[in-house]
């Protein structure tokens, strides 16, 4: 497609259970960026990766995150032992390149642990 | 520290009457700010962005004011639509940096 996509839609897990979270960008596009909105928040930078530039990793909450681009394309966001607060709605987008402007964003990844 | 404020959690407006959605940011390197809107069960998508050289751009019904001096930013829809109803966030980065801040959003309603 010519969007971003991303998958599963929804996940509902266990608490302790790792996760994996799928995001497809748009081709082409050398940034990819993995947000996350919590119930009544804004938009959580977590990471983000730029061409073959090592990635910006400021944004994980813990070592239990982590994220990896295949081939400057699809990219896996990872959670290991999955925490109640660890639900949320995680967004991937992508962007012709580095720098302010538009980035567009897939419809996300809800994640629920229970 | 939230640095990108949407201090207004919802608004509910008119159709056809003017929506006013307000931001203010703390981060003075903060230069270059974007809307989105956002339906439900979509992800974001994007409005319309302001440099920080300018005070004003427009596009269409959407135009976004920005005040510098007091590190505020105001999004006007005019006329609002019912369509328009959805989440508003805005966004903002600084410098080399790029990574967007986001605000938390605002819920527009627009009545029919």
């Known amino acids: 497609g010519a969007g971003v996509s991303q998958s599963p839609s929804n996940k509902v897990t266990e608490k302790g259970k790792d996760v994996e979270l799928r995001c497809d960008p748009i081709?082409?596009?050398?940034?990819l960026y993995w947000y996350r909105q919590s119930l009544g928040q804004g938009l959580e930078f977590l990471i983000y990766f730029q061409g073959n530039s090592a990635p910006d990793k400021s944004g994980l909450p813990s070592d239990r995150f982590s994220a990896e681009r295949t081939g400057g394309s699809v990219s896996t966001l990872t959670i290991q032992r999955t925490q109640q607060e660890d639900s949320a709605v995680y967004l991937c987008a992508s962007s012709l390149m580095a720098g302010p402007g538009e980035l567009f964003f897939g419809e996300g990844s809800r994640l629920t642990v229970l | 520290d939230q640095q990108v404020k949407q201090n207004s959690p919802s608004l509910s407006v008119q159709e056809g009457r003017i929506s006013i959605l307000n931001c203010d940011y703390t981060?003075?390197?903060?230069?270059?700010f974007l809307w989105y809107k956002k339906y439900p069960a979509e992800g974001p998508t994007f409005l319309i962005s302001?440099?920080?050289?300018?005070d004003k751009n427009e596009d269409g019904r959407f135009t976004v004011f920005l005040n510098k001096s007091a590190k505020h930013l105001s999004l006007h829809i005019v006329p609002s639509q019912p369509g328009d109803s959805a989440v508003y966030f805005c966004a903002a980065s600084g410098g080399s940096n790029y990574k967007l801040t986001f605000g938390k959003g605002t819920l527009l309603t627009v009545n029919p």
């Open positions: 081709s082409g596009h050398t940034a």
């Open positions: 981060n003075s390197m903060f230069d270059y």
């Open positions: 302001i440099s920080s050289i300018k």
